[in-house]
């Protein structure tokens, strides 16, 4: 995209409305997201958000007002009330929890579209962009908007930092937390319902349907960088905001586009490359890791191969054929390779054209690599 | 070398009731899982709780500490009912009940066991740091407090919730299985900090499955098989006729190396 739009952030007033209301949005879902993630409870929050849409609905039947605040009300209860179903069910009865919660948010979601849609054949206009919700517009933003995610959201992230120690506890265990005295029960309800805000204030401009991508993909680019939950839980705010000022900003200034699928896209994109390239638990390195250890172990193959063959003909010929080596080998395609690198380290020498011997240098290396008692052939 | 017990002011008479648990009954969906327990544990001894699997172990210490509703039943710890006495008691969950892949490090796991202490919204500061540190040094721990728990062996991880279990500072400890998985030298370690706490006086309860070591490691013994076999001194509870009792026809096996074993120690070169 064109570099102009993101210096109109600073200039363009609407712009930077969008930009300040995603970026907080995008902070509190990936910071709360990861406390879901942790606790291994990432699709609830799809159930929350597609739970929270009869929600909106009934608060707009109701009170005829499309204010932020009492939208994001209905929203929260509708979600929360999805939430509690799920567990309630589970507890009660012997229906398992992706069962519950694939109902749960199904039978929401269908309720809250037909809402929507009786809301928009009553014959008035007042009803005009309540179907935002379904996919986001961020361009909808009004400053109203954001003075209510910023609000909501600071006092989650407050209840957050000040219940910190609690929070892990029932993250990690919650069973030992029982035991010290704290009520989990009621601290499950106290994340459950901090996780609910963060999701509802961002349906607006990221949608119901692919809300629940805020709560779970920052969190999971951020795991992949860190091993303290101190530094992962602000990394995976600030990959939220990131892709969500990127999204809004791509979809509201120049296509048009509805906002959540594009958001969804950044946030993807940022988990993606760290599930690939961060350094200790990404893929990339881990490969590369093991391709390092595999060559060693075949280049020391190699090597005890060729001392082998030197102590089975000793005597009878300067350097052994690299096509004897190849028929003892596992793999005989990385013979010649391994043993240019042992020969660049002069463990081994070049006697003919393709003959090879073993150094005295060699022979000490594969010593010391077997250890004392390595000389089981 | 005495040891400086925070609660050293608050220790109870050698001779006073560790635990008292009476008439528990425990059941899942109408099935019993522990029937009409009674049982009395004085301090200072360590006791194993040995029984076959789904003796119902797991689930006797799970509802002493309140984790598992009873059906039925009161449980007492030193003389009070364990609300109360919470901070009196540590626990050592098995070590596959948590996810040790989180985001957290050694020294982060044992400073959580001062967050009872600490109470609501309080942050652990350099008090709690240094109990921590104390702790994970007796475990023999110190080099990997700064590591992410994921990356320690299995025995590593055990003694990861032993440290914890010390920082708690209790009189009464409650470990489930805190042998699983460990190699020997581990296990001696283990013990040697389990007989540590005993010698001062406390109570240490374990739920144990090696019969081979329970003459060996523990004093007191609990078999369970749903119902309490048999609860006391090693020496006089733990006989062929009480496994017999607990484990049925497959304690033939076990009372008969018992009893090997018995031949050898007499023989005066035994374990």
Known sequence: MDGEVFTRIFTDYTLRTVALGTAALGFV????????????????????????????????????????????????????LGTLAIMTIVGLSRVKYDTALG???????????????????????????????????????????VKTIAGLGAIALLAMALLWKELKLLSFDPDFGATLGFPMRGLDIILTSLIVIAIVIGLQAVGVVLMSAMVVAPAAAARQWTDKLGIMV????????????????????????????????????????????????????????????????????VLSDLRALEEQHAGEAPGHSAAVLRMMAPNPAGVSPRLQELSDRGWVA????????????????????LGSGGDER | MPETSRRADANPKADSTAVEVADLTVAYRDKPVLWDIDLSVPMGVLMAIVGPNGAGKTTLIRSI?????????????????????????????QRGSVDWDFPTTVLDVVIMGRYGELGWIRRPGAAERRAAEEAIEKVGLTDLADRQVGQLSGGQQQRVFLARALVQ??????????FQGVD????????????????????VIVVHHDLQTVEEYFDWVTLLNVQRIASGPVDEVFTDSNLRAAYGGRA????????????????GDGP
């Open chain 1, 29 to 80: 879902s990936g910071a709360l997201g990861s406390f879901a993630v942790l606790r291994k409870q990432a699709l609830l929050g799809d159930a929350t958000s597609h739970a929270a849409l009869p929600g909106i609905a009934v608060a707009f039947l109701l009170t005829g007002s499309k204010a932020p605040l009492v939208l994001v009300l209905g929203a929260a209860l509708a979600g929360w």
């Open chain 1, 103 to 145: 109902m749960i948010l199904s039978v929401f979601f269908g309720v809250g579209l037909v809402l929507l849609t009786f809301i928009q054949r009553r014959p008035d206009a007042t009803q005009a962009g309540l179907d935002t919700y379904l996919f986001g517009q961020a361009a909808t933003l009004l400053d109203r908007d």
């Open chain 1, 234 to 301: 602000p990394l995976a705010g600030v990959f939220g905001a990131l892709s969500g000022v990127t999204g809004a900003v791509i979809s509201s200034s120049a296509t048009r586009m509805p906002t959540g699928p594009v958001i969804v896209l950044c946030v993807s994109a940022v988990a993606v490359a760290s599930l690939l390239l961060a350094p200790n638990r990404g893929l990339f390195p881990q490969w590369l890791r093991s391709r390092r250890q595999r060559h060693a172990v075949r280049k020391e193959a």
């Open chain 1, 350 to 369: 070049k006697t003919g054209s393709d003959e090879w011997t073993i150094t005295e240098e060699g022979l000490r290396a594969l010593e010391a690599q």
């Open chain 2, 65 to 93: 500490l309140g984790l598992v509703r009873p059906t039925a039943g009161q449980v007492r710890i030193l003389g009070k009912p364990y609300a109360k006495q919470r901070r009196l008691v540590g626990y050592v969950p």
């Open chain 2, 169 to 178: 500072d209790s009189l009464v400890y409650f470990m489930d299985e805190p």
């Open chain 2, 184 to 203: 020997a030298t581990t296990e001696r370690a283990i013990i040697d900090i389990l007989r540590t706490l005993r010698d001062e006086g406390k109570a």
């Open chain 2, 252 to 267: 033939a096996l076990f009372s008969r190396e018992l009893a090997e074993q018995r031949e050898r120690a007499k023989g």
